[in-house]
């Protein structure tokens, strides 16, 4: 049975990666050609040519304006995927139409809607709105996960790994060392976990961005919309440091990290990042080490969870997982992912199992 959550709106790309060139992106096991028409609006289409498949991504095929012509024999489609011309005849064939796909273009992302595109207009897109707004400064990039999702939100529902994975970047003692609250709003579909620490270690990835010298009050406040918009508001201030009685918080320093988690196929995943700060918004030096420092930690867990993948589908059926307090947050995710592809399937949903399974 798939893992994969459909009737779904997933990233598919940044805006920015999206322009005049035929662009190709496997999302969810479907290969999807994405492209802007001259007014700068991005469509999506399968990535197969009707006639004998050829990926219409690849050269020589191109664009003639608005139109996709094949480099292999020319049928040419225009930008909502039916075709207009076919070689060698007038008729073009009525059934000669590639799948076309809903595409919202929100927050910087390039959102596509894979299940039934009935349903798209009906299905909530997540927010992340710091990542494209005035008053935040915004560094980003993505990386191929060759595990499934699901371990990826595991993943990043417990940051107590932190502590152990990212010393020297992110991790400190108190962050494994601080318990966890967790809330599941079923009625918004969000699962939130927060770990506040009140006296903690100024790891580097914070103390060389803020300028912070000597121990902080570090607030991690995590909210999943399932299956993929994952965002942890960060607030980062000296000891004792705290938001004003009417909610106003100037001398903190506030991050927002957003991981968008795309289905690449059921054994790899797309883990889109972006790292949004309300602080030193036109330094460079900034953005530079905040990227570079961010990339090293999402490459940290790519090599972990690659890993855990290959032990995953070696391991022999039966394999007993334990969970802890820590895993609280990642547990009512995967019951939440498991009651949305029982929504889209019509078939009951499973309780929640090991991400293994």
Request: a negative charge; one cysteine or more; glycine letters at 8%.
């Amino acid at each position: 049975m798939t893992s994969i959550v459909r009737d779904q709106w997933y990233v598919a790309a940044y805006g920015r990666e999206i322009g005049r060139d035929l662009f190709s992106r496997t999302i969810c096991g479907e290969s999807i050609l994405f492209w802007r028409t001259e007014a700068g609006r991005v469509t999506a289409m399968s990535d197969r040519c009707v006639h004998r498949r050829f990926p219409l991504s690849q050269a020589p095929s191109h664009l003639d304006g608005d139109r996709v012509v094949c480099g292999y024999h020319g049928f040419t489609y225009g930008a909502d995927g039916v075709c207009v011309a076919v070689p060698g005849q007038t008729r073009v064939p009525r059934t000669a139409r590639l799948r076309s796909y809903p595409v919202v273009e929100q927050d910087s992302f390039v959102w596509v809607f894979i299940g039934d595109p009935d349903k798209a207009g009906a299905t909530r897109i997540p927010r992340a709105p710091w990542l494209d707004q005035e008053g935040w400064t915004t560094v980003s990039g993505m990386e191929p996960l060759k595990a499934r999702a699901s371990l990826l939100v595991d993943n990043l529902m417990d940051l107590s790994h932190e502590t152990y994975l990212h010393g020297g970047y992110i991790g400190t003692p108190e962050v494994a060392d601080t318990p966890i609250t967790t809330e599941v709003d079923d009625e918004a579909g969000i699962v939130y976990v927060s770990r506040h620490m009140d006296d903690a270690e100024c790891p580097p990835f914070y103390a060389k961005s803020t300028g912070i010298e000597g121990r902080i009050t570090r607030w991690q406040d995590i909210e999943f919309t399932p299956p993929c918009l994952y965002k942890l508001h960060s607030r980062v201030a000296p000891v004792g440091v705290l938001p004003h009685e009417d909610g106003t918080d100037p001398d903190a320093f506030h991050v927002e990290v957003v991981y968008a988690i795309t289905p690449e196929t059921e054994r790899s995943t797309h883990d889109f990042w972006a790292v949004a700060r309300d602080f030193a918004l036109d330094d460079e030096s900034v953005s530079d080490f905040l990227r570079e420092s961010n990339r090293t930690v999402v490459l940290q867990d790519v090599t972990a969870l690659d890993v855990l993948e290959e032990v995953l589908t070696g391991e022999p059926d039966g394999y007993q997982e334990l969970s802890i307090n820590i895993d609280t947050g990642g547990l009512a995710a995967r019951r939440m992912i498991a009651r949305l592809a029982e929504q889209a399937s019509g078939a009951p949903a499973a309780a929640a199992v090991p991400a293994g399974r």
